[in-house]
């Protein structure tokens, strides 16, 4: 059964590194989807992805996240400069048409800033 | 912005008992999401609902939307059904993002 899949599974980097967070979605799907639960918290949404372009982010997707498809297969969250409290599990996430049919995950990366 | 809360936070059980999770938002939605986090984290999708009710296994899923809220039914319920259970909504105004609930930790003790 095709399943998402990310990269790394987990991350320890210093306060104010660059990291990149990589997903492989489910081949024929076109949404694409990041979420962040921080430990002990509900899971959040970041960013939807669509067509090439942001469709829609929250309020905690700020200057300091971008993300982007760079080829047909991956597509990736790159926090700038991170901070402390950017400490949690990311997960990606597709869907073939949309936020009304199901969600597929992927198994996370959890991120650790220090 | 749309308020979802789950209810209860915590649930044990004994094996084979009935278990009803439930799940209410603030404002109008156009579907409605059940997810099961593991105890490693992963997440799986377990319904998407915009009306009515919906049966796979032992797991039963309905919403009202006139009352704005949903359940999820476990029948017969099993230790391996013990998981972080939650509750997604996606509002009628903004149809590319989920607002989730706090999730409800069910443990089915054997």
């Known amino acids: 059964e095709p399943e998402v899949t990310q990269t790394p599974s987990h991350q320890v980097t210093q306060m104010g590194q660059e990291v990149i967070l990589r997903c492989v979605p489910i081949?024929?799907?076109?949404?694409f989807y990041w979420y962040r639960q921080i430990l002990g918290q509900k899971v959040e949404f970041l960013v939807s992805f669509y067509n090439n372009e942001i469709s829609e982010k929250s309020e905690i997707f700020d200057d300091q996240f971008s993300v982007e498809r760079p080829d047909g297969s991956n597509f990736t969250l790159k926090i700038r400069s991170t901070k402390l409290e950017d400490s949690a599990m990311y997960f990606c996430a597709s869907t073939l048409a949309g936020t009304q049919e199901t969600q597929y995950f992927g198994p996370g990366t959890r991120l650790l800033v220090l | 912005k749309n308020e979802v809360e789950q209810s209860p936070q915590n649930l044990t059980a004994q094996e084979g008992e009935f278990i009803t999770i439930n799940c209410s938002y603030s404002?109008?939605?156009?579907?409605l999401h059940w997810l099961q986090q593991h105890p490693g984290g992963g997440i799986v999708s377990l319904f998407m609902?915009?009306?009515g009710k919906k049966k796979h296994g032992r797991l039963i899923a309905t919403i009202n939307i006139q009352e704005k809220h949903s359940s999820l039914h476990i029948t017969a319920s099993h230790p391996r059904d013990s998981a972080v259970y939650i509750c997604a909504a996606v509002s009628s105004g903004s149809a590319r993002q989920l607002t989730f609930g706090s999730g409800t930790q069910l443990t089915v003790l054997p």
């Open positions: 609902l915009s009306s």
């Open positions: 404002v109008g939605i156009s579907a």
């Open positions: 081949s024929n799907h076109l949404y």
